[in-house]
């Protein structure tokens, strides 16, 4: 049987607690190989005290903290760009297709309106700053107050939302081809941005190289998780048309 990552770097740290300690220092942005290098220098101790983890050095995300591993080096301009960019555009192209097939469902052409430009606005800002703090974010999603993370999506929705009601001056219009035209090549360009621009991750790596045959992690290639990601505005777009047009 072909090891995992897991067997390679911690064969004997239960997997519950090599978990938390690999999201720990995910969220503090150590990089891939140092992660790895912890990793298996917790399990040579396990391995001599004969103890598990918890025992060993308590729990994931306090040892994780204990730990002076710097984090990895600030990502450049292109490559953040690269990465929110093609989020953005399928957000747009997205909203785009369904407000010009809603509208035209109503019958006439699609009216742009004031509050739909500063919902789009809203929703791609939030975007650029998920992706520019994406491990402060997550960090919060996992150590907050699950209230407090519930209050804020409230917030953000009704700054969604709020502009769409009460915003409802006219400022121009599309013609139903003109609008679903330029939507779905916007979806175009971001599935292709994701196929061939997106980076997809920083592989946890051990320290001393595997033995032939072996393999880091359950994935063998990240081109499954690109087309995926490719795919994703595209099948909404889809799903969400289809059910403006049936209802």
Not at 185 to 204: E, F, K, Q, R
Request: with cysteine.
């Amino acid at each position: 049987m072909t090891p995992t990552l897991d067997h390679l770097l911690a064969p004997d740290i239960d997997r519950q607690w090599s978990d938390g300690f690999i999201l720990a220092l995910r969220l503090r942005g150590v990089p891939g190989h140092l992660i790895g290098e912890a990793l298996a220098e917790a399990n040579d101790h396990v391995r001599v005290s004969g103890r598990t983890a918890h025992d060993v050095f308590g729990p994931a995300d306090d040892y994780a903290r204990t730990l002076s591993l710097p984090p990895g080096r600030t990502q450049s301009r292109g490559r953040l760009a690269a990465s929110v960019i093609p989020s953005v555009l399928g957000v747009a192209g997205c909203a785009l297709v369904l407000w010009t097939i809603r509208a035209t469902r109503a019958g006439g052409e699609h009216l742009i309106t004031m509050g739909a430009l500063v919902s789009t606005a809203v929703i791609l800002c939030s975007l650029i700053v998920f992706g520019l703090a994406a491990s402060w974010f997550l960090e919060q999603a996992v150590h907050a107050n699950k209230a407090l993370i519930f209050v804020a999506c409230v917030v953000w929705m009704a700054l969604v939302l709020a502009p769409v009601w009460f915003l409802r001056d006219t400022i121009g219009a599309l013609p139903l081809w003109t609008g679903v035209g330029a939507g779905v090549l916007l979806l175009l360009v971001s599935s292709g941005m994701y196929v061939t621009v997106t980076a997809i991750g920083d592989p946890l790596t051990p320290p001393v190289p595997p033995a032939d045959g072996a393999r880091l992690g359950t994935l063998t290639s990240t081109r499954w998780i690109r087309i995926t990601l490719a795919l994703i505005f595209p099948l909404v777009t889809a799903i969400l048309g289809a059910l403006f047009l049936l209802v």
